[in-house]
């Protein structure tokens, strides 16, 4: 699903770099926490896996492929794959909940009898049934994160990529996300997240990766948050 | 590709950025009109051409008695050198298409009728004018050859080409075009420099819908075309009020003014009116949509 071989990250303007000769892998399937300080390399690894950034060195493989061979207009198709979540929730304050899911399939080529088809079921799967006309200033902060979950999986991606989804949100809220991650972890996805909540981590008893300065200091399988000895 | 989407999209682009609209309309609208004045003069001239350059003769005048420039100090014409001068002139068609002698008797009607209203006709003897062939030439660029051949022959006092004079007229003109054109060029830059920072401002608005099209795979076409459609349609409304304009020229001041008071001439017809407005609406949908595709392409990154 995703391989790192050796890879590192330098950007031009700063002096040590962001990912330092990285090599992992995550299965298919996987559910796993990427875990560290600010500043450690968990929105560069990320940033790689989307293909918004180039590896300075080494090799970065998603879903098969070797993304520094994959030409600029395949991107998008790459990116049709990987569903993404972030903790300002980036909605459409314009459009409604339904509008803004259905938006993701418009803006790809998706006929309108599919939108309407996949739009509901997918916000019955987060949740959300009912709130299909109310507007993303009209919602809780747990729910407007579920509409951006509903956004990223409405086209059913191989895989989900978290960039601290609960950062925003209180425990109570964070907890109803976080069964919604595993939920939609079981329905087959892969679900890359980073976090910065220990008590998230603790609870689910999932992979976890943990970085520091650029380097991998830490991958267990049922890991805690804690730090590295 | 979901028509009804990118055309809502580029409404409420259109609408949300109005007087970035409004602005970009007017500047193509002027500089587009220029533009097509520029080419509508440029048809004019050319209609006067055809028109002139037809009826435009070179004039061989033959010595007469009193001639005093130096290929006539043997006196008037000869017979002899009025026959060779024919049989020179004939041995040059096809260059030459029509050759005709004017007599002096000729001359003098032709004069008086063209001076009938004035005393200068009480002057003038039929003596006193000049005999001269009349030439025509198939092609009235080519005047030099008849000019060289018998500028300066015993027995001919001068040779005159009427197209000279109508030269400095269709340079004037020309120099009216090259004014327009330059000042539609400035205009034009102008427009385009307008366009890119419509274009700018207008994806640095919608920055929060393009960056979520791009995070859920949305292609680079897709994210731009309804930029490159607001850019286009705001070219061709400003083309088309613009060809408005040129026919308003046509209507008020060809054919209303122009014409009437000069009849002697020929004026451009609607058919050049209707091979000027796709290049105009071409030229401006054309420069708007690359202006909005080079400036995309740097601020609208996969």
Redesign the interface.
């Known amino acids: 699903m995703i391989l790192f071989d050796h890879v590192t990250k330098l950007y031009p303007t700063q002096q040590r770099p962001a990912l330092d000769d990285v090599s992992l892998e995550i299965e298919k399937g996987e559910f796993v926490f990427l875990v560290g300080p600010s500043g450690s390399g968990k929105s560069t690894f990320l940033r790689l896996v989307l293909r918004e950034e180039r590896p300075t060195k080494g090799q970065v493989w998603v879903l098969g492929k070797d993304l520094n061979r994959l030409s600029n207009w395949k991107i998008p198709m790459l990116r049709r794959q990987i569903g993404t979540v972030f903790q300002d929730f980036r909605l459409l304050p314009n459009k409604t909940v339904a509008e803004n899911v259905a938006f993701a399939l418009e803006v790809i080529g998706k006929p309108s009898s599919h939108i309407k088809k996949v739009v509901p079921e997918v916000l019955e799967v987060v949740g959300l049934e009912g709130k299909e006309s109310r507007r993303p200033d009209e919602l809780s902060g747990g729910e407007q994160q579920r509409v951006a979950i509903a956004r990223a999986f409405v086209n059913r991606p191989m895989m989900l990529i978290a960039d601290e989804p609960t950062g925003n949100l209180d425990p109570g809220t964070s907890v109803g996300i976080m069964k919604l991650l595993d939920r939609i972890n079981r329905l087959g996805t892969t679900v890359v997240m980073s976090t910065h909540d220990a008590q998230i981590v603790d609870q689910m008893r999932r992979r976890v990766i943990e970085l520091e300065g650029g380097h991998v200091v830490r991958d267990q399988t049922r890991g805690v948050y804690g730090y590295a000895q | 590709?979901?028509a009804?989407?990118v055309a809502s999209e580029v409404g409420n682009g259109l609408r949300r950025n109005l007087t970035m609209t409004l602005a970009v309309i007017i500047t193509v609208a002027v500089s587009l009109a220029l533009f097509g004045a520029s080419l509508l003069v440029r048809a004019q001239v050319s209609a006067m051409k055809d028109f002139w350059y037809d009826k435009v003769e070179v004039s061989i005048f033959l010595c007469s008695k009193g001639s005093d420039t130096p290929s006539c100090a043997g006196g008037a014409v000869t017979a002899a050198q009025r026959d060779q001068i024919k049989a020179d002139l004939e041995s040059l068609r096809p260059l030459v298409d029509e050759i005709y002698y004017e007599s002096k008797a000729e001359a003098y009607q032709r004069f008086t009728e063209q001076f009938k209203n004035s005393p200068i006709v009480d002057n003038v003897t039929e003596k006193s004018l000049p005999e001269s062939f009349r030439v025509k030439l198939a092609d009235p660029t080519k005047y030099d050859v008849v000019a060289s051949a018998f500028a300066g022959r015993p027995g001919i006092e001068q040779v005159n080409d009427q197209r000279q004079v109508l030269d400095k007229f269709f340079q004037l003109l020309g120099g009216l075009q090259a004014i327009a054109l330059l000042i539609a060029g400035v205009m034009l830059v102008v427009t385009v420099l307008l366009i890119v920072n419509t274009m700018r401002v207008a994806a640095f608005s919608r920055r929060?819908?393009t960056?979520?099209?791009?995070?859920?795979?949305?292609?680079?076409f897709?994210?731009q075309l309804p930029f490159l459609l607001e850019a286009a349609f705001a070219a061709a409304i400003g083309a088309v009020l613009a060809i408005g304009a040129l026919v308003l020229m046509k209507v008020v001041i060809i054919d209303g003014v122009l014409a009437p008071s000069f009849q002697f001439t020929a004026f451009v017809g609607w058919e050049a009116v209707a091979a000027i407005a796709p290049v105009m609406l071409i030229t401006g949908i054309a420069l708007a949509g690359l202006a909005a595709f080079f400036t995309l392409r740097k601020y609208l990154r996969?």
């Open positions: 590709m979901r009804t989407f929060r819908e960056s979520i099209m791009r995070l859920v795979g949305a292609s680079n897709y994210i996969v």
